[in-house]
């Protein structure tokens, strides 16, 4: 890891044991990347400033601990690095849904080594709802249009009134936002990424779809 990276993760309040925990995610992805598709090809050698440092700023947002959903956990972005946060905290979970079966096994490995708090669920995006009943947070990253994501979110929302979406996005949000609102009532928050000026998270609150 670059020093500056390590500086700005410190500055994030990342402890030094939270960061020997990424490292040796660090090093399990690149194993796993060798073998499978994890993340687009053209990233790969930006792990840390691309992938992982953009996947902790969710923990700036949300400090508290909690039952997590991860949506397409794929690469562990950002469902690894919550799980990982939240081992320092001794409390909350990250449920990581992930229909293909390599990449779960690849998941279950970091979770493995890094002690991370999460639990591998190995099926479809729609089933998973019958598994995981309900959930505070719920994370998906590079998966779908906003419109999509909110189908697969509502069974939650439905159950939590409460429940918060943290949904990474780049430049062309404005118009998935704008789409989304022909279907769904929501409170919106928009926080400009700190790896991506153009890039977003958007916090979603009170989701309901519009009858």
């Known amino acids: 890891m670059q020093k500056s990276l390590r500086d700005k993760l410190i500055g994030m309040g990342v402890s030094r044991e939270t960061l020997n925990r990424l490292e040796t995610f660090a090093d399990v992805f690149a194993k796993w990347a ?10 790969k ?9 953009d996947s902790a700023q969710l923990v700036t947002l949300q400090p508290n601990a909690g039952q997590w959903v991860d949506l397409g956990s794929g690469g562990g972005f950002p469902g690894i690095v919550t799980a990982i946060f939240l081992a ?22 970091a979770l ?16 998973a709802p019958d598994l995981i009943k309900s959930c505070d947070f719920l ?13 697969f979110a509502e069974p939650w929302a439905s159950r939590n009134p409460d429940l918060v979406c943290y949904l990474h996005k780049g430049r062309d949000y404005r118009s998935e936002v704008e789409k989304s609102r022909r279907r769904w009532s929501y409170d919106l928050v928009k926080h400009t990424s700190i ?7 958007l916090e979603i609150r009170r989701l309901q779809k519009i009858t």
């Open 45 to 53: 050698t930006d792990l840390w400033e691309r992938h992982i440092l």
């Open 195 to 201: 790896v991506e000026p153009d890039s977003v998270v």
């Open 112 to 127: 493995s080594a890094t002690n991370g708090r999460g639990t591998v669920h190995a099926v479809r995006i729609e089933t």
């Open 34 to 43: 060798a073998v499978i598709n994890l993340v687009a090809p053209s990233t």
């Open 88 to 109: 320092e905290r001794g409390d909350g979970q990250v449920h990581l849904v992930e229909s293909n079966h390599k990449k779960a096994a690849f998941l279950r490995a």
């Open 139 to 151: 994370s998906a990253r590079a998966l779908a249009e906003l419109d999509i994501l909110f189908d």
